[in-house]
């Protein structure tokens, strides 16, 4: 069946620096979503991206989906401690209903 | 926040019990899913009804079953607990099955 997986696991970085996660889906997706999900919290939409090659940004936040809408990434720039979280993407293929999650990235931030 | 609200907030059962979750959609949504999240994973899709019909379903045995009411709310039933479905379940609403998707707080289930 599909699978989605995203890289790193985890990271732990100091307030200021920047933070990237990696998302791969082994077929093709029609969109791609992103989530946040604090600890003890449920997931929290940040964006849907359906355009090959697409670009987003929310402030400090950038996503992006690859060119064969296979991939797609979220960077944030200048981390915050507000932005501790386990960051989920979430495929979806023309025709099917499910949203398949990612593995998600665990972001620390320390002050 | 979203207006999806899920009941109760949590739950503790024995094995071989059953259980019913609640799901109230946002309004104007007719869509809601069903998701299983075990402890550091991502979310599992476990169903999806549409209109008050099942319009897909993941790999979760028959005793996982679902309901959806004429104001699109939602039941969520386990039956024959085992100690592996102690999860975080989520429901997530949506105004078309292929629009974003807005989640509940959850009901956390433990099976002991």
Redesign the interface.
């Known amino acids: ?1 599909q699978q989605v997986m995203q890289i790193p696991q985890y990271q732990h970085v100091q307030e200021g620096e920047d933070f990237t996660t990696y998302c791969n889906s082994s077929t093709t997706l029609s969109n791609i ?1 992103w ?1 946040k999900q604090r600890p003890g ?5 940040l964006i ?1 991206l359906v355009k090959s090659g697409e670009v987003k940004k929310q402030k400090r936040l950038t996503f992006q989906f690859g060119e064969a809408k296979k991939n797609s990434s979220l960077h944030i720039t200048a981390t915050q401690t507000t932005d501790v979280g386990t960051y ?1 993407c ?1 495929g ?1 293929n023309t025709g ?9 990235t665990r972001l620390l931030v320390s002050p | 926040e979203t207006g999806v609200t899920q009941s109760p907030t949590h739950l503790i059962k024995t094995r071989g019990q059953q259980v019913t979750l609640r799901c109230s959609s946002q309004s104007g949504h007719n869509t809601v899913s069903w998701y299983q999240q075990a402890l550091g994973q991502g979310p599992q899709f476990i169903f999806q009804y549409y209109r008050e019909e099942e319009n897909g379903r993941g790999n979760f045995p028959p005793r996982f079953s679902g309901l959806q009411f004429p104001n699109y709310s939602s039941e969520l039933n386990v039956n024959a607990l085992e100690l592996d479905d102690s999860a975080l379940y989520l429901c997530a609403t949506s105004m078309y099955y292929t629009d974003t998707q807005y989640f509940g707080p959850g009901t956390r289930l433990t099976v002991l």
């Open positions: 069946g979503q989530y919290g449920h997931p929290v939409f849907q989920f979430a979806q099917f209903q499910k949203l398949v999650f990612g593995t998600g």
